[in-house]
Each structure stands twice: as C-alpha cells, then as structure tokens.
C-alpha cells in the first residue's frame, strides 16, 4: 500500500514513516481506521505503564488522523510513580537515575498508536475509538521503559525462529456493589491514596460454581460481557468461583502479544462498564473483606510452529509429560522462577496467596501434571494436541506485558541450554523443593540480582521496575511501623487503600 497518506501538508515525511515504525500489517490496519473515523467523535490513545495500568489522553477523532502518523506526547509520570503515585524515580537526576536521558527532567516521550489495536468502545455515550500506542525515544527507538516493547522483542525473535508464544488468560476477580457511589470519603495525596471505595458483598459466596449465584450476577455482568464481545475478545467462559461475587473468566489461546494487550483492556474495560452501573471490579489479589478469598491469573503457555500452527509442546503418546521442547521449556521456568516471582506478583498483597498451608496456592518451585497445588502444573500431557503449561502463582493485577515476557523468556532460555525440570513433584507443598518468595522484599532482591533479567528487559526497565517496587515496599514498612501489630495473615488496612480502588 501505498505511503503518501503518511506525509504532511509541507511535505515532510511523519514520525512513523521517517522511522520505519509499521509493518505492512500496521499499514493496511491504519487506513482502515481513517475509514473510520468520521463516523467517531473521539479516540482514547493508550498505554499500559510499568504497573500494567492503562494511561490515556483523549482526543477529537480528527485530531486523531494526525496523531496516527505521528504519535502524540505524554509525560512520563506514569514511568516515575510507584503504585500510590509516590515519586520513586530521581528525573532531575541525569538520565532520571536509570539511564534515560530523555528522562531528566521530565521530558515527554511520544506514544504512537498500533492501528492493529483499534477498536471502538461499545459502552461510551458519545461514539468513541480506543487504540492501544507503542512508546518511543524521539529518535524513533522504543523507549526502554516499554513493558510492550519488552515483550514484542522476545515475540518478534521467536518469529524469526518460526516459534509463535501461545497464551491463555484465566482471570478471576471480584464483583462487589457500591454503597456510597464510589465517592471516596478522603482524598489521597503523593504516596498516600485516598480511601477505597466502600462496598457491599453481591452474595454469600462459598458455593463453589453455582449456577444460581452465578446467574443471579448475570444481570449485572451481561453489559460487560457484551462488550467484551464487540471489542473481539476470544471469550471462552465465565464461572462463579469461591468468595462472595468472586468470578473467573477464561478466553481462548492467543498469540503472546494479543493475549497481554487483551488483559489489558480486559481489567479496564470491566471496571468502566460497571461503574456505570453502580458497581466495583477489582482485579486486587485479596480484599480486606471479611469472607474475601484470593484471586489468582493462571497463566496457560505453550510454543507453536509459526507456519503451521503445530503444537510443540504435545509429546508422544505415552511418553514424557511433554515433548523435549516442552519440558526443557518448564526447566526454564523452573530455573528463573524466584527472580520471575516479580513479574507474576507484584504487589505486596499478592503474596499472601501464596503463604503455606493453603493448597490451591502455591509456595515451592515444583511442577506435576494435573495438579492445581503445583507453582506449574502440566496439562493435556502424554500426546494431547492441547499439552501446556499453567503458571499458578501470577495474581491478577500483574503487568500483563511483564508477566508475559517473563514466562517466555525463561521458557526460552530452558529449550536453547536443554534445561531439565526434573521429575514431577509428589507433593508440591514438599519442604524438600526449594520455596518461592514470600513477600514482595524477597522477590524484590532476587529480581534485581538476577542478570538474566536485566538482559532481557534492558537495564534501564530492569532499574525502573526495581526502584518502582523498592519505593512500595519501603511506604508498606513505614505504615507498619507506626500501627498496632496485626495478625500476620490479616490484610491490611495500607493494602486494601493502595490497591483495591485502582486494580
């Protein structure tokens, strides 16, 4: 197709031309979308930040056409805040302290949006487009910050080895009703969040799929299910899980780089619909709730031939678990899974799903097949065309991007050195097997010794990520300390404010 659409009135050559930004795929997707632009008002342009929050600048479909070519300017806020908007990044410091010189001082960075991404919101008033954008150096290199870019890397050198990242989302959260209409009752600040939204308990839970409880939601969920819908999500099922309006959503296989943008707006888009509503999404891994019970983001990996689709990871009938390719995978998995814990939980609350003792939450580096207490639980083994990996540990608000490139990269690093997993283990609660992170400071300091991982997200994203999580940890203690002791187990109050009203 042809480019001209991509120079400006005075015949210079835009930002994605000039730097070679879209692939052929990219092209054609674009002037479809300016197709469609005259029967929209507005487009949000999106990206999801190091926290795997969606950030977004609204603008006039008209505008938009432009900003297609060219991309739009944001602040790097989203880069320098910790999860409750404290400044964790020194962006006076030179190269913000992380080695990104267009960081210092709190330059812009410019965010192009992927026309493969379009979509249009079906729950809006006014006729409204979403787009997700790629973030960039204004040289045109992808900003090392990128979560996405981080992820396309590992995407896009799988395909130049015919290998395709096959991914499954299995999500649960809560549904949860407002009882004071989502108006906080004190405003927050830099570091400090307001208070949580007040809310009540949809039902009692603790019927553990009940097809009453769960058509008694369906009212409620019947907008958001439709909208999923229409923006094209591969939905596959919808179930009522433990707790008190605690539901799972599952969807198809997708590509790796489909599936983490589909989390993304999955998490958004639930959250708007029902606040128009009355209600409140919350993707947070264990409410302060009385009755509450953990959410977890199971996370179902496989290889594909690119070319064919084939499932490499399938083995022979009655042999191993999976194919060679498969279990040198999981001896990947294996080998990066204490420094990889960040990426899969990373938040403080997270971690409590994953204390001893409670068995459908793991605890220890060990894999089984068919069983739901493993870190990794193979299923479909023994020549099942549908043979995969379920990570168990990751917990619902992880950067959908960071987890992803996290699980992939360690996948991949077990099938170049032929890594073993070793056998499955009997009890995956077992003291013999070596034991995950407890809590975010111990995932935190493996993270940021680990070389595998400073390689692969870059280093300065690598820096970013830990200074990010450094910051939350150390507001965390510094609440602790000055509070009354509490059970350990109990969650508490400083979680359920930073975490339950924005994931």
Not at 296 to 325: D, K, V, Y
Not at 329 to 352: D, F, K, M, W
Not at 445 to 459: D, H, K, N, P
Not at 472 to 487: D, F, G, I
Request: proline letters at 7%; glycine letters at 10%; a negative charge.
């Amino acid at each position: 197709m042809s480019e001209t659409y991509l120079t400006s009135a005075t015949g210079s050559v835009d930002f994605v031309a000039r730097h070679g930004l879209w692939t052929d795929a990219q092209r054609e997707a674009a002037a479809e979308v300016l197709a469609r632009l005259e029967s929209l008002e507005f487009v949000r342009v999106v990206f999801g930040d190091p926290h795997g929050i969606a950030r977004s600048k609204v603008i006039s479909a008209p505008v938009f056409a432009t900003v297609l070519r060219n991309g739009m300017d944001f602040s790097p806020g989203p880069f320098v805040f910790d999860t409750g908007h404290a400044v964790a990044i020194d962006f006076f410091a030179s190269g913000g302290g992380i080695g990104v010189d267009e960081l210092t001082g709190a330059g812009d960075f410019i965010v192009v949006p992927d026309p493969t991404t379009f979509r249009v919101l079906p729950h809006t008033g006014r006729p409204t487009g979403w787009v997700i954008g790629d973030e960039y150096l204004r040289d045109g290199t992808p900003h090392p910050l990128s979560s996405r870019a981080a992820l396309r890397r590992q995407v896009d050198a799988l395909a130049a080895r015919d290998l395709e990242f096959v991914v499954g989302l299995e999500v649960e959260w809560y549904l949860t009703r407002f009882t004071d209409g989502g108006r906080p009752k004190r405003i927050g600040g830099f570091g400090v969040q307001g208070e949580p939204p007040t809310v009540e308990a949809v039902n009692g839970g603790y019927q553990f799929n009940s097809d009453s409880l769960l058509d008694a939601v369906m009212p409620v969920i019947d907008p958001v299910l439709e909208a999923l819908v229409a923006l094209g999500l591969p939905l596959r099922g919808i179930e009522h899980e433990s707790g008190p309006g605690q539901l799972e959503f599952t969807f198809n296989p997708m590509p790796g780089l489909a599936a983490a943008d589909a989390m993304l707006l999955l998490r958004t888009i639930t959250k708007q619909v029902l606040a128009r509503s009355g209600h409140h999404a919350s993707f947070m891994a264990l409410p302060a709730l009385d009755g509450f019970d953990p959410s977890g983001w199971h996370l179902h990996q496989s290889l594909a031939q690119r070319s064919t689709g084939r499932n490499l990871f399938t083995a022979e009938p009655g042999g191993s678990a999976l194919s060679p390719m498969g279990m040198a995978y999981l001896g990947g998995l294996i080998e990066h899974a204490g420094a990889s814990s960040l990426l899969c939980v990373p938040t403080v609350n997270g971690y409590r799903r994953m204390r001893e003792g409670f068995s459908l939450s793991p605890d220890r580096v060990a894999w089984c097949t068919e069983n739901r207490g493993a870190f990794l639980r193979v299923l479909g083994a023994h020549g099942d065309a549908a043979s995969h990996v379920e990570n168990r540990i990751g917990e619902p608000t992880a950067n959908p991007y960071l987890y992803l490139v996290g699980q992939v990269s360690a996948g991949v690093d077990g099938v170049d050195r032929t890594l073993d997993p070793g056998p499955p283990a009997a009890d995956p609660h077992a003291g013999t097997a070596a034991a995950l992170p407890r809590q975010l400071d111990e995932a935190l300091e493996t993270f940021a010794e680990s070389r595998f991982y400073q390689t692969v997200l870059g280093s300065e994203l690598h820096r970013c990520l830990s200074a990010l999580k450094a910051s939350e940890w150390a507001r965390y203690e510094q609440w602790l300390a000055k509070v009354e002791p509490t059970q350990d187990d109990d969650v508490t109050e400083w979680e359920h404010r930073e975490y339950f009203g924005t994931f």
